[in-house]
């Protein structure tokens, strides 16, 4: 099992990844506003405030929104991760976001897979 965790620079993404991430049977994900480094000291110093703008390229961004998904096979992580670079583009670009994968050694609690006939599917 892995622990998929997407943090986005724009809020647009977050629905549409969502909404994909049930076509390739991802069972669930928990979205969380979040605060980057660059934002929280921007305000305390104020140097960092023009560094994080040269470094992201946002305008005027106050929050950035973190997906955590635990899933459960190698080719749903794979088909949720072609999901997110396919929603994103090049999440390299500054001012996109990060993604990063994690093992998980125990899960409790996750729903069981959508088989066929759930789906209305025969």
Not at 13 to 40: C, N, S
Not at 62 to 83: C, G, H, P, Q, Y
Not at 98 to 105: D, N, Q
Request: aromatic share 8%.
């Amino acid at each position: 099992m892995y622990l998929l965790v997407v943090v986005l620079n724009h809020e647009s993404h977050v629905k549409e990844i969502l909404e994909r991430f049930i076509e390739v049977d991802v069972r669930g994900a928990t979205v969380i506003e979040t605060q980057g480094m660059g934002r929280l000291l921007s305000q305390e110093i104020p140097i960092f405030t023009t560094f994080r703008k040269v470094l992201s390229g946002a305008q005027q961004r106050v929050n950035n929104f973190t997906i955590f998904s635990v899933i459960r096979t190698e080719k749903t992580l794979r088909d949720a991760i072609d999901v997110v670079f396919d929603v994103v583009g090049d999440i390299d670009r500054p001012g996109t976001g990060i993604m990063f994968v994690l093992p998980v050694i125990h899960m409790y609690g996750l729903a069981n897979p959508i088989t066929k006939n759930q789906m209305g599917e025969k």
